[in-house]
Each structure stands twice: as structure tokens, then as C-alpha cells.
């Protein structure tokens, strides 16, 4: 593998958890019509004090505005960043599942690949999901 695919999946890896909170905001805003910090950390089954510590990362990257004691809300950005991120996954899923793989595997999968997959591979599993 060369250093610029090396580079790739580092980059890929710093910028996973950012999706996968972005993500998850804009869940439980659409579903209970809120986000709480408890939410967060619930979800991705971490403690209080790392979900926080991410808030506050992904507020100071302007994805996030979380004021102290309030429900968290997306910016501009983080509702962009949790829109193209939730368009990729949903793509990867029908990819998985348009292979056969069973719908489980597939959702357990798709959260890993999303996060690594290149436009030219998106542009290629949409044409195969559209064809099968």
C-alpha cells in the first residue's frame, strides 16, 4: 500500500467520529425533537465525560452547537456533514444487501465501511445497486 493510501485512512479515521455524532444529533432530533449530552453517550455506550468531550470538539469545529445545561443542535455544517453521511451509509447498506449479505451483518458493516469508502467506490456501488 502506498503512503497516500496510508494517509487516506488516517484522515478517513479522524474524521469517523465527527459523522458518527453529527449522525446521531440529527437521529434523536428527528425522533424525539431533542438531543441531550445522556442521549450521546447512551448511544455509543461511553461515558458522560468522553461524549462531552467530543461535544465540545465538534462545537469548536463548528458542527455542533452546544451550549451548557441545553439540547444539542447542528449547525449548517453539521446538519450537511450528518445528511452526506447518512446518504453514504444508506447507500453501503443497499450495496450489502443487494450482494445478499443478511440484513444484521449488513448494518454492522456498513457503519465500519461508510466511514472509508471513496466517491469513485460510491459511484460504483450506486450503479450496481441500481442495476440489480
Same mark, same amino acid.
Given at each position: 500500500?502506498? !503512503?497516500?493510501?496510508?494517509?487516506?485512512?488516517?484522515?478517513?479515521?479522524?474524521?469517523?467520529?465527527?459523522?458518527?455524532?453529527?449522525?446521531?444529533?440529527?437521529?434523536?432530533?428527528?425522533? !424525539?425533537?431533542?438531543?441531550?449530552?445522556?442521549?450521546?453517550?447512551?448511544?455509543?455506550?461511553?461515558?458522560?465525560?468522553?461524549?462531552?468531550?467530543?461535544?465540545?470538539?465538534?462545537?469548536?469545529?463548528?458542527?455542533?452547537?452546544?451550549?451548557?445545561?441545553?439540547?444539542?443542535?447542528?449547525?449548517?455544517?453539521?446538519?450537511?456533514? =450528518?445528511?452526506? !453521511?447518512?446518504?453514504?451509509?444508506?447507500?453501503?447498506?443497499?450495496?450489502?444487501? =443487494?450482494?445478499?449479505?443478511?440484513?444484521?451483518?449488513?448494518?454492522?458493516?456498513?457503519?465500519?465501511?461508510?466511514?472509508?469508502?471513496?466517491?469513485?467506490?460510491?459511484?460504483?456501488?450506486?450503479?450496481?445497486?441500481?442495476? !440489480?
Amino acid at each position: 500500500m502506498t !503512503s497516500s493510501a496510508f494517509k487516506r485512512t488516517r484522515d478517513d479515521h479522524a474524521s469517523e467520529t465527527a459523522e458518527d455524532y453529527v449522525e446521531a444529533v440529527a437521529d434523536c432530533l428527528a425522533e !424525539s425533537g431533542e438531543c441531550r449530552l445522556s442521549m450521546l453517550a447512551q448511544k455509543f455506550e461511553v461515558s458522560h465525560v468522553t461524549a462531552s468531550r467530543i461535544v465540545r470538539r465538534l462545537h469548536r469545529e463548528g458542527l455542533l452547537f452546544a451550549p451548557p445545561r441545553k439540547p444539542i443542535e447542528l449547525t449548517k455544517e453539521g446538519l450537511s456533514l =450528518a445528511e452526506t !453521511s447518512r446518504a453514504r451509509h444508506e447507500l453501503v447498506l443497499a450495496f450489502l444487501r =443487494a450482494l445478499g449479505v443478511s440484513k444484521r451483518t449488513a448494518e454492522i458493516d456498513a457503519e465500519g465501511i461508510e466511514h472509508h469508502v471513496s466517491p469513485e467506490t460510491l459511484r460504483k456501488m450506486q450503479r450496481f445497486v441500481k442495476n !440489480s
